[in-house]
Structures are given as structure tokens and as C-alpha cells.
């Protein structure tokens, strides 16, 4: 049961970066999906800072975008430490820190900012 609910959602996960990398274009950001380094057994090496990383243009300011699957509004608990502390030095960094929060029907950008500031106004 648990392997059939991951697949569903490692499913819908790769559904929200297509729509995702479909959007940035959009957008006119210029993005690539960042992909972790694996070992030859498929283990992770390491965590990575985020899901996409661009340049919007004309500024050639950094973009960091992180893809979230869930069916409610996002909260500070839905990201892991690793993610938020990228996320924060990207922002601190003068980088745009985004989330693409897709919710099984659509999806929308929004800052990580906004997330923190929610989490501070509870």
C-alpha cells in the first residue's frame, strides 16, 4: 500500500516540475532542473538546494525555485531544513527565492518570503 501511495506521488511530483519548467518559460526565465548527484546504486550523494535554478532576464538576477505537491496551502513544516536554509541564503544572496506550489490541478509562484511571513503571523 505505502509503495503504490510514493509511486502516485513521485508521479504527481514529476508532473508539478514538467508543469513547473513549462511555466518558467512562460515567464521568460531562463531554467534548468537541477539534478542531484546519485551514486551508481542510485543513493544521493547529497541534498540539493532546490528543484530549478535560472536567470531572469535582463537583470541576470538568480532564481531558485522549489516544487511543492500538496493538496492544501503550504506550510514552513511541508519543506526540509536543507531546503529552507537554501532558500533563505539564495533570498539573503539578493536571489529570488520562489515556490511553485502545485495542488493536483494547478499550480502558481509565489516567494518563500510569503511562507515565512504566514508562519510569523500564527
Request: glycine residues 10%.
Amino acid at each position: 500500500m505505502h509503495r503504490k501511495c510514493g509511486k502516485h506521488s513521485e508521479k504527481i511530483g514529476k508532473l508539478a516540475e514538467k508543469i513547473c519548467a513549462t511555466r518558467l518559460r512562460e515567464l521568460g526565465i531562463i531554467a534548468e532542473k537541477i539534478e542531484p548527484a546519485r551514486t551508481r546504486d542510485g543513493k544521493y550523494l547529497r541534498q540539493c538546494s532546490g528543484d530549478f535554478w535560472g536567470i531572469l532576464p535582463p537583470t541576470g538576477r538568480s532564481v531558485l525555485v522549489e516544487v511543492k505537491y500538496r493538496r492544501r496551502p503550504l506550510r514552513i513544516s511541508d519543506f526540509q531544513p536543507h531546503q529552507i536554509a537554501a532558500l533563505r541564503m539564495h533570498a539573503d544572496a539578493g536571489g529570488l527565492s520562489l515556490i511553485f506550489h502545485f495542488d493536483g490541478r494547478d499550480g502558481k509562484f509565489f516567494e518563500f518570503s510569503e511562507i515565512e511571513e504566514k508562519e510569523k503571523q500564527k
